[in-house]
């Protein structure tokens, strides 16, 4: 139980477009997603909690209208990445909140690179 | 400001030796403690948590130790295997708010 799925798994874009990556809890419902960027040897880094049918929680120097979330059923959130630069090039993980707090189930992750 | 360090970028041990994995902290408010291993081009798996109030924390082969007064806590792994190779990350949450994350620690488990 508790699988969280992201598509696509890697994917390359010209600069200036915009990207959609989506955030699937397989068999639960996840009222609750995490987005994180990871650069290489570095941590996992929050960018924005997304809660179902409200608006996402951006953290202090992640640019909203760059990085849109939306969190439109319990089982979906998504993460565009618009007019996308390469310096956007990372690997982008979401996770889905289980029934505690701590719970955070990951997906497998989706590498961005732009071009 | 980094609240949680793994100082150890890369950690190399024999198979069937004990592995040990570091991991500090600077927030006080931190209450609850976690790792998670996580395989290249794939998600964190969690592998085991420990609350403030106990010091340490088994499960099979893994055992997570707490040293409050320290901040620090630490992963023991034993005997370790090669399936346990992998980068392992320390996470720590206060309040249960929002995970923080350490750097992460390459472990590689030589034969």
């Known amino acids: 139980g508790a699988v969280v799925s992201q598509h696509p798994s890697w994917v390359i874009c010209k600069s200036g477009t915009s990207v959609k990556i989506e955030c699937r809890s397989l068999?639960?419902?996840?009222?609750?997603m995490f987005w994180y960027r990871q650069f290489p040897k570095q941590s996992l880094m929050l960018m924005a909690t997304?809660?179902?049918?409200?608006?996402?929680?951006?953290e202090q120097g992640v640019e909203k209208d760059k990085f849109l979330i939306n969190h439109a059923s319990l089982t979906l959130s998504t993460l565009t990445v618009t007019s996308a630069h390469p310096e956007d090039s990372s690997f982008y993980i979401c996770?889905?909140?289980?029934?505690?707090?701590?719970?955070?189930?990951f997906g497998p992750g989706t590498r961005l690179t732009v071009t | 400001d980094q609240q949680v360090k793994q100082n150890s970028p890369s950690l190399s041990v024999q198979e069937g030796r004990i592995s040990i994995l570091n991991c500090d902290y600077t927030n006080s408010m931190f209450d609850y403690f976690l790792w998670y291993k996580k395989y290249p081009a794939e998600g964190p798996t969690f592998l085991i948590s420990?609350?403030?109030?106990?010091d340490k924390n088994e499960d099979g082969r893994f055992t997570v130790f707490l040293n409050k007064s320290a901040k620090h806590l630490s992963l023991h792994i034993v005997p370790s295997q090669p399936g346990d190779s992998a980068v392992y990350f320390c996470?720590?949450?206060?309040?249960?708010?929002?995970?923080?994350f350490g750097q992460g620690t390459r472990l590689t488990i030589n034969p």
């Open positions: 997304s809660n179902e049918g409200s608006k996402a929680t951006y």
């Open positions: 996770s889905a909140l289980g029934d505690t707090a701590y719970e955070q189930y």
């Open positions: 996470a720590a949450s206060g309040n249960q708010e929002k995970l923080v």
């Open positions: 068999d639960f419902q996840a009222t609750t």
């Open positions: 420990i609350s403030s109030i106990k």
